[in-house]
């Protein structure tokens, strides 16, 4: 087993949604409780939008230590989040279950 960092394993995915749908939009529950698609609320239509991908690792910006983080499901491929809410392409070299089982053991999101 060898050490890397993150940043070596992680790319942020910046898929920028050409035709934004308010149907369409994920949302990451708080304590590890998932990524699921969001109810239907009103648009600004200012907000810029990025496809997310099917087995992507997400997260909530302002609720990381809350555990806001987990895998975009298959059924939820190609919907769409804000920045606030970055997925990132996981590399072939690690599988994206144990960055989440790297969170958990010891509850290490909370001291993010």
């Known amino acids: 087993m060898r050490e890397v960092k993150l940043k070596e394993i992680l790319t942020e995915s910046k898929i920028i949604s050409d ?3 308010p149907d369409c939009r994920l949302r990451v529950k708080l304590n590890v409780g998932g990524v699921e698609k969001r109810p239907m609320l009103k648009d600004s239509g200012t907000t810029k939008y990025y496809v997310r991908k099917a087995g992507q690792f997400i997260y909530g910006r302002q609720n990381l ?4 983080f987990g895998v975009v499901p298959a059924e939820l491929d190609n919907y769409e989040s804000s920045i606030d809410l ?3 392409d996981v590399s ?3 599988s994206v279950d144990w ?3 790297f969170l958990l053991v010891g509850e290490r999101y909370k001291h993010l």
């Open 65 to 68: 230590f809350k555990g806001a």
């Open 99 to 101: 960055i989440i089982y």
């Open 19 to 21: 035709k934004p749908n």
């Open 86 to 88: 970055p997925t990132f």
């Open 92 to 94: 072939d070299e690690c």
